[in-house]
């Protein structure tokens, strides 16, 4: 992160803030309660694997074609203001809200059964654009927060690819093949995966690919945010 990141991030958390979604004072937090409360979250029968909408149990998408990764766990539903908070950490640097995606992450999720939390890598084509990797910002406290070790050094994003956004979900898993290489050992770790939004999922199905080949015996995604067809 720049220097000029670190400062602002120290100052949002000592300063009086306004609310990101209703503009009013909400002391040092970056939502207030109120909005807080009404915020899309997602509940409800879910599947276990990749946290989408179900009757119960694991959806037909994950039992036809099983993912490489175990399990996932997101908070939101990427909808508005969900969707506003994500766009301002990313793009306008309220590197607050971070912290709050991870403290909303830390209420639902556990350290049982996972041994390390480590952030999908971002391009150094988006870091030097950005300043800081996002899914770092979320994953770094959230670690804390649970006493995990955070394993931010030994993956990196070697290819700078098309964004997911921009391409059908058909050509989305191709996209991001061989996007990714692992520096570090992983032979038998429980892995949590942490992001800021989950789309179709091809982006985290290839990385959890790479931690598998890597000796990785479980991987899961901790997301704040989920998109929904």
Not at 15 to 38: F, H, I, M, R, T
Not at 94 to 101: E, I, M, S
């Amino acid at each position: 992160m720049s220097i000029f990141g670190a400062i602002r991030r120290s100052l949002e958390r000592l300063l009086p803030q306004d609310c990101s979604v209703c503009g009013l004072g909400s002391g040092n937090a970056p939502v207030c309660p109120a909005c807080a409360a009404d915020l899309p979250y997602l509940d409800g029968p879910l599947c276990p694997v990749c946290a989408l909408p179900t009757t119960g149990g694991r959806c037909g998408a994950c039992l036809a074609a099983p993912p490489r990764f175990d399990a996932t766990t997101a908070v939101f539903r990427y909808a508005y203001p969900v969707e506003h908070l994500v766009q301002a950490l990313k793009y306008r640097q309220r590197l607050a809200l971070a912290g709050w995606l991870a403290a909303s992450l830390a209420a639902r999720v556990g350290r049982d059964g996972i041994d390390c939390v480590l952030p999908l890598p971002l391009s150094a084509a988006r870091m030097r654009e950005r300043g800081f990797n996002q899914a770092q910002e979320i994953a770094r406290p959230l670690a804390r927060a649970l006493g995990l070790p955070l394993l931010a050094d030994c993956c990196s994003r070697v290819r700078d690819t098309p964004p997911q956004a921009g391409l059908p979900w058909t050509e989305r898993q191709a996209n991001m093949r061989q996007a990714f290489a692992c520096r570090g050992g992983l032979t038998g770790k429980r892995i949590a995966v942490v992001d800021d939004v989950m789309t179709t999922g091809a982006t985290l199905n290839e990385f959890a690919r790479l931690l598998k080949r890597h000796g990785a015996a479980r991987v899961e995604n901790w997301v704040a945010a989920r998109t929904l067809p």
